[in-house]
């Protein structure tokens, strides 16, 4: 059964900073992985989808990595600001057999002006 | 305009209440799903149809029962509302294409539906 874990569950940084965040799965046979954002009452928009045979995808000021063998995917933000605040999630599409996406419990993220 | 609509945005019924939620994608997507967001913000995938077929059913209540009349629609009842039943509900679309011919294509989400179960 595939688990996806997101750490750390909450992060506050001041502005400017660069931060990683950390996304885990139990089973490496997936189809791809995504990256969302959630603004508070809001739904999801998708950031960055890493196929299963990439390493990593880039959007702007966000680069996400993918090592399927060890079961991670990072999302970095580079030079944050307070705009960058919201809730992030990482997702797992499961490689065949369905088409079921599987989400972490995701990251809080505050940015300080 | 909207890729992934869904109708009500906000939904407050008394226990033992049946309603409905709406779900329209014009993105022309192949495969739908409902999530169940809780109070802790966690998403948990219901539902998914692909091409109208039921592909996957979590272990969800039989109280709730999708219905997809066409691949641009994905409409969730619930019978008997319960208060563990509150909760944010989402609905999303993608291009999966088939098990011989996966697509790579991103998920993209409905504003939600707060359901409020008094």
């Known amino acids: 059964k595939q688990e996806v874990t997101q750490i750390p569950a909450a992060l506050s940084v001041p502005e400017g900073e660069n931060l990683v965040l950390n996304c885990s799965f139990t089973d490496s046979a997936i189809y791809n992985l995504q990256w969302f954002r959630q603004d508070p009452g809001k739904g999801l928009t998708s950031l960055l989808l890493i196929q299963s045979s990439q390493r990593e995808q880039t959007s702007g000021r966000l680069n996400a990595s993918l090592d399927k063998s060890s079961g991670r995917s990072t999302l970095y933000i580079a030079a944050s600001q307070p705009g960058d605040s919201a809730t992030y999630l990482c997702a797992v599409r499961r490689d065949t057999g369905g088409f079921k996406t599987i989400f972490g419990a995701g990251t809080r993220l505050f940015v300080k002006a | 305009d909207t890729a992934v609509s869904q109708t009500p945005k906000y939904l407050v019924t008394q226990m033992g209440n049946d309603k409905s939620i709406k779900c329209e994608q014009n993105?022309?997507?192949?495969?739908m799903y409902w999530y169940k967001q809780d109070s802790k913000k966690f998403l948990k995938i219901m539902f998914s149809?692909?091409?109208?077929?039921?592909?996957i059913n979590e272990t969800v209540p039989n109280r709730f029962s999708p219905k997809s009349p066409d691949k641009a629609h994905l409409n969730l009842h619930i019978n008997s509302l319960e208060l563990g039943d509150s909760a944010v509900y989402f609905c999303a679309s993608t291009q999966s294409g088939t098990v011989f011919r996966p697509t790579n294509e991103k998920l993209f989400f409905g504003s939600g539906t707060q359901l409020s179960v008094l």
């Open positions: 149809y692909n091409n109208k077929e039921l592909i």
């Open positions: 993105l022309g997507h192949d495969t």
